[in-house]
């Protein structure tokens, strides 16, 4: 299992920018990938980005592509989700996710998770 807390979250307004961190212990975090996923009150979790692997190789939802970028630094076993240009449908929290093999971006194909980070943006 991989332990992780995730930071970063706030309040920002429309057209801002904030970035979340996940520091993951607990295993050999190379072996890992990596996923952010979001949700809203009422609504289901959502995948947001996955970075797989050393990091060549991440993917993202529609909704952010362009928008937000995940990277991870392996030295400080953290993944990082640096969300620009950010609108109000951006407000959620924010989950770090992690799996021991590349099974897709569903929420089951990720076999731990953090507590989440709260992101308000406000119009």
């Known amino acids: 299992q991989v332990q992780l807390v995730e930071s970063g979250g706030g309040l920002v307004q429309a057209g801002g920018s904030l970035r979340l961190s996940c520091a993951a212990s607990?295993?050999?975090?190379?072996?890992?990938?990596m996923g952010w996923f979001r949700q809203a009150p009422g609504a289901e979790r959502d995948f947001v980005a996955a970075?797989?692997?050393?990091?060549?190789?991440?993917v993202y939802a529609a909704s952010v592509k362009g928008r937000f970028t995940i990277s991870r630094d392996k030295a400080k076993s953290t993944v990082y989700l640096q969300m620009n240009s950010l609108q109000a449908d951006d407000t959620a929290t924010y989950y770090c996710?992690?799996?021991?093999?590349?099974?897709?971006?569903?929420?089951?194909?990720?076999?731990?998770w953090g507590r989440g980070t709260q992101v308000t943006v406000s119009s």
């Open positions: 607990g295993r050999t975090f190379s072996s890992v990938a």
């Open positions: 996710a992690a799996t021991s093999s590349w099974g897709g971006t569903a929420t089951r194909a990720f076999g731990s």
């Open positions: 970075i797989i692997g050393s990091g060549s190789s991440t």
